[in-house]
């Protein structure tokens, strides 16, 4: 006979997914722990509450289903504050760390509120979970799946973009304050933006709850994998950042851009053996983290104290959820994965070759339209640039990083690395099956110097942050060429500016997908700090007023931000392989020395002509491009350069010239001037020429 339930609420079915999953009655609350005795709930009536209005026991008999304890609760609604409490075993030598008084934070809490409360009988309570409401009016909006071989990202940070007060937006720091400055991104011709990390993560003491002298500005070290940050709203409802992170995506779309989170799966804030409770920890430690000595201490590939298991089948769902939930519920578009090679150990910390949670995210139909990105290392000495995973993973390219740097800093023989960056990074993808848009590539990053410090300083000045200058990367490859730091010697800056467009042309001209960093492109400084992990403060703020005062490589940046959206030529799908074209003896990308003969690869010169040729119509066939001409003079003197003889004939019309000041220094409608009748010139040192063909 058939039974109709007067409440399909209460059947079994509704116990997962996990977490607060808000019904028309009231709140299903579903966690897991395997080893707990006793599950509680806590409700609490006010953000600021230090203890909660309710306690609710669940029933072991009743509320128990295999290792996953399930209670509803009728009368709740969204906006509802809660915490869980478990009691089981607490024997730290074996990895066991279960305390019945601790206040844990829910895995899947979908929202944080309010911030840590000070500690005065040794219990830390952490902010509380709140119960959302996911109904948002999306109006139609899609993921907007452009390719990544056509992509430009932009990395940047929710806060630091607006933070300060030059931004003049009405929400600054915020997820709405994004959404005041989109005009500037669109303007700027970016088609993506990788936030850094916007899951919750601690931004007060988790004893004394006060801000801490050196706070945690990145946000690397994440709190709740389902929770966009609330430090980022301008809304101080509980809740009120799920509405405002959702806006900012839409608003986003609607101009075009993509959205990308920078995710930290590898580690959490509940650090090591001697670090909080505050979730994890507190709910099955054994199963959330990699343990050593037998459970005593945490194995820390992660450098951060912990080590997410992200192989082990619970941790590996959670990973999974964690990520659907931010493409369904918030339309993000992709992920970049930090310390991704984590994700490549097993259950014991050894690398595999076939990692069950890499191959399982590459293979997930759910996030089958987004981009995937993997920083391909770790802090435990695993490096798998270019043997990361499988044809769905990108990466962040590490070593065209260090090679341009090199290059520009004149360091010899450099120029075969110059090359093959150029030309996409056949020496890492090509063998793998995997294509130059599996490259992303990038010259600086919010780890280390930006742009404007990269050539200002020949040494990190970490003073700030507190820890005798020993912290941050020693090796920069950096100059400064003459000072350290800001000057008015204005040869020093006229080279300093030079070195800057001539990286520039070489990330927006190089096959692969180019990264730029926020404010790079107006010449952001954080004065000389290489680590400005912790400051959340002018240093690692945008100075807006920037905008104007370096207007000149904001120009510049735009109009090769516009140059590779439209020329297929330099972000080809294909790796260039010296193949002919079937003109004149065209290549599909032909290199010379300045002298346009042929390259002398151990010669220890600087000097490099590169032709990339337009594609062909049988390989891109909808697409028109050009032949692109690049001259680079990476050696501290004057050089002649000679057009090479496959260059002659061709009606070559100048893009850029790096050696000369604005507006002569790019001609964004490629009517610069052609080169001499003979084909001879002297190129300025450390410069660059760029000349395109006629269609």
Same mark, same amino acid.
């Given at each position: 006979?058939?039974?109709?339930?007067?409440?399909?609420?209460?059947?079994?079915?509704?116990?997962?997914?996990?977490?607060?999953?808000?019904?028309?009655?009231?709140?299903?609350?579903?966690?897991?722990?395997?080893?707990?005795?006793?599950?509680?709930?806590?409700?609490?009536?006010?953000?600021?509450?230090?203890?909660?209005?309710?306690?609710?026991?669940?029933?072991?008999? =009743?509320?128990?289903?295999?290792?996953?304890?399930?209670? &509803?609760?009728?009368?709740?609604?969204?906006?509802?504050?809660?915490?869980?409490?478990?009691?089981?075993?607490?024997?730290?030598?074996?990895?066991?760390?279960?305390?019945?008084?601790?206040?844990?934070?829910?895995?899947?809490?979908?929202?944080?509120?309010?911030?840590?409360?000070?500690?005065?009988?040794?219990?830390?309570?952490? %902010?509380?979970?709140?119960?959302?409401?996911?109904?948002?009016?999306?109006?139609?909006? *899609?993921?907007?799946?452009?390719?990544?071989?056509?992509?430009?990202?932009?990395?940047?940070?929710?806060?630091?973009?607006?933070?300060?007060?030059?931004?003049?937006?009405?929400?600054?720091?915020?997820?709405?304050?994004?959404?005041?400055?989109?005009? @500037?991104?669109? /303007?700027?011709?970016?088609?993506?933006?990788?936030?850094?990390?916007?899951?919750?993560?601690?931004?007060?003491?988790?004893?004394?709850?006060?801000?801490?002298?050196?706070?945690?500005?990145?946000?690397?070290? /994440?709190?709740?994998?389902?929770?966009?940050?609330?430090?980022?709203?301008?809304?101080?409802?509980?809740?009120?950042?799920?509405?405002?992170?959702?806006?900012?995506?839409?608003?986003?779309?609607?101009?075009?851009?993509?959205?990308?989170?920078?995710?930290?799966?590898?580690?959490?804030?509940?650090?090591?053996?001697?670090?909080?409770?505050?979730?994890?920890?507190?709910?099955?430690?054994?199963?959330?983290?990699?343990?050593?000595?037998?459970?005593?201490?945490?194995?820390?590939?992660?450098?951060?104290?912990?080590?997410?298991?992200?192989?082990?089948?619970?941790? *590996?769902?959670?990973?999974?959820?964690?990520?659907?939930?931010?493409?369904?519920?918030?339309?993000?578009?992709?992920?970049? &994965?930090?310390?991704?090679?984590?994700?490549?150990?097993?259950?014991?910390?050894?690398?595999?070759?076939?990692?069950?949670?890499?191959?399982?995210?590459?293979?997930?139909?759910?996030?089958?339209?987004?981009?995937?990105?993997?920083?391909?290392?770790?802090?435990?000495?695993?490096?798998?640039?270019?043997?990361?995973?499988?044809?769905?993973?990108?990466?962040?390219?590490?070593? @065209?990083?260090?090679?341009?740097?090199?290059?520009?800093?004149?360091?010899?023989?450099?120029?075969?690395?110059?090359?093959?960056?150029?030309?996409?990074?056949?020496?890492?993808?090509?063998?793998?099956?995997?294509?130059?848009?599996?490259?992303?590539?990038?010259? =600086?990053?919010?780890?280390?110097?930006?742009?404007?410090?990269?050539?200002?300083?020949?040494?990190?000045?970490?003073?700030?942050?507190?820890?005798?200058?020993?912290?941050?990367?020693?090796?920069?490859?950096? @100059?400064?060429?003459?000072?350290?730091?800001?000057?008015?010697?204005?040869?020093?800056?006229?080279?300093?500016?030079?070195?800057?467009?001539?990286?520039?042309?070489?990330?927006?001209?190089?096959?692969?997908?180019?990264?730029?960093?926020?404010?790079?492109?107006?010449?952001?400084?954080?004065?000389?700090?290489?680590?400005?992990?912790?400051?959340?403060?002018?240093?690692?703020?945008?100075?807006?007023?920037?905008?104007?005062?370096?207007?000149?490589?904001? *120009?510049?940046?735009?109009?090769?931000?516009? &140059?590779?959206?439209?020329?297929?030529?330099?972000?080809?799908?294909?790796?260039?392989?010296?193949? %002919?074209?079937?003109?004149?003896?065209?290549?599909?990308?032909?290199?010379?020395?300045?002298?346009?003969?042929?390259?002398?690869?151990?010669?220890?010169?600087?000097?490099?002509?590169?032709?990339?040729?337009?594609?062909?119509?049988?390989?891109?066939?909808?697409?028109?491009?050009?032949?692109?001409?690049?001259?680079?003079?990476?050696?501290?003197?004057?050089?002649?350069?000679?057009?090479?003889?496959?260059?002659?004939? =061709?009606?070559?019309?100048?893009?850029?010239? =790096?050696?000369?000041?604005?507006?002569?220094?790019? @001609?964004?409608?490629?009517?610069? %001037?052609?080169?001499?009748?003979?084909?001879?010139?002297?190129?300025?040192?450390?410069?660059?020429?760029?000349?395109?063909?006629?269609?």
């Amino acid at each position: 006979m058939l039974m109709v339930h007067p409440h399909p609420e209460l059947q079994f079915s509704h116990v997962l997914p996990y977490g607060a999953i808000l019904h028309e009655r009231g709140v299903r609350f579903v966690v897991f722990s395997r080893s707990a005795t006793a599950m509680r709930l806590l409700l609490y009536n006010n953000v600021d509450d230090r203890e909660p209005s309710e306690i609710i026991d669940f029933d072991r008999e =009743t509320d128990r289903w295999g290792d996953i304890w399930s209670i &509803f609760i009728p009368g709740l609604s969204a906006g509802q504050l809660y915490h869980f409490q478990a009691e089981g075993p607490y024997n730290p030598e074996q990895g066991m760390l279960f305390d019945g008084r601790a206040r844990l934070i829910d895995p899947y809490a979908k929202a944080l509120a309010g911030t840590f409360q000070a500690s005065t009988d040794g219990i830390i309570r952490p %902010p509380k979970c709140v119960v959302v409401d996911e109904s948002f009016n999306w109006e139609g909006d *899609r993921h907007l799946k452009r390719d990544l071989s056509e992509t430009i990202i932009y990395e940047m940070h929710v806060k630091g973009f607006t933070a300060d007060d030059s931004s003049t937006v009405k929400h600054p720091g915020t997820y709405l304050g994004v959404i005041e400055k989109i005009p @500037y991104l669109k /303007s700027l011709g970016v088609t993506a933006v990788e936030l850094m990390p916007i899951h919750e993560f601690p931004i007060m003491d988790m004893v004394t709850g006060k801000t801490p002298t050196r706070g945690n500005y990145w946000g690397y070290d /994440s709190m709740a994998f389902f929770a966009p940050h609330r430090g980022y709203a301008s809304s101080k409802a509980p809740g009120g950042q799920v509405r405002e992170f959702k806006e900012m995506v839409k608003a986003l779309h609607q101009a075009g851009i993509e959205v990308i989170l920078d995710v930290v799966y590898n580690h959490t804030c509940e650090g090591n053996e001697k670090g909080p409770i505050l979730s994890f920890k507190g709910l099955e430690n054994q199963v959330y983290y990699m343990l050593a000595n037998g459970g005593r201490e945490y194995k820390n590939y992660s450098g951060c104290g912990n080590t997410v298991n992200g192989n082990h089948p619970i941790v *590996r769902e959670m990973i999974f959820n964690s990520l659907r939930h931010w493409v369904h519920n918030y339309h993000v578009d992709g992920f970049r &994965f930090d310390l991704a090679s984590i994700l490549s150990r097993d259950r014991s910390g050894n690398l595999v070759a076939n990692p069950p949670l890499v191959e399982a995210i590459a293979e997930d139909p759910m996030l089958a339209d987004t981009k995937i990105i993997a920083e391909a290392w770790d802090a435990a000495g695993a490096y798998q640039v270019g043997s990361f995973a499988n044809l769905r993973w990108a990466e962040w390219n590490g070593r @065209y990083r260090d090679d341009i740097r090199s290059f520009w800093k004149g360091e010899p023989h450099k120029l075969g690395a110059l090359a093959t960056r150029l030309a996409g990074s056949s020496d890492l993808y090509q063998a793998g099956g995997r294509q130059p848009y599996h490259s992303i590539n990038f010259i =600086t990053s919010h780890d280390g110097f930006p742009m404007n410090d990269l050539v200002s300083y020949n040494h990190k000045h970490n003073e700030a942050n507190g820890e005798g200058n020993r912290d941050g990367d020693n090796h920069n490859l950096s @100059y400064n060429y003459g000072v350290e730091g800001p000057t008015k010697r204005a040869s020093i800056e006229k080279i300093r500016t030079q070195q800057i467009k001539n990286m520039f042309c070489t990330l927006l001209l190089s096959q692969g997908v180019p990264m730029i960093l926020m404010g790079d492109e107006i010449r952001r400084t954080q004065h000389g700090n290489n680590n400005a992990y912790c400051q959340d403060n002018e240093i690692s703020w945008l100075d807006w007023k920037l905008v104007k005062k370096n207007d000149e490589m904001r *120009r510049f940046v735009r109009a090769l931000i516009a &140059f590779r959206r439209d020329q297929p030529t330099v972000r080809q799908k294909h790796f260039l392989g010296g193949y %002919p074209t079937g003109r004149r003896g065209l290549y599909d990308v032909n290199w010379y020395n300045n002298l346009g003969t042929a390259v002398d690869w151990d010669s220890g010169d600087s000097m490099l002509t590169c032709l990339f040729a337009a594609p062909s119509k049988e390989t891109d066939p909808e697409q028109i491009g050009r032949d692109v001409l690049l001259l680079m003079n990476g050696s501290a003197s004057p050089q002649q350069f000679i057009l090479p003889p496959v260059a002659k004939g =061709t009606s070559w019309r100048m893009f850029v010239d =790096t050696a000369a000041t604005s507006p002569s220094d790019v @001609y964004p409608d490629l009517n610069g %001037p052609r080169p001499p009748a003979a084909g001879k010139f002297v190129m300025p040192e450390r410069s660059v020429r760029i000349y395109v063909a006629s269609r």
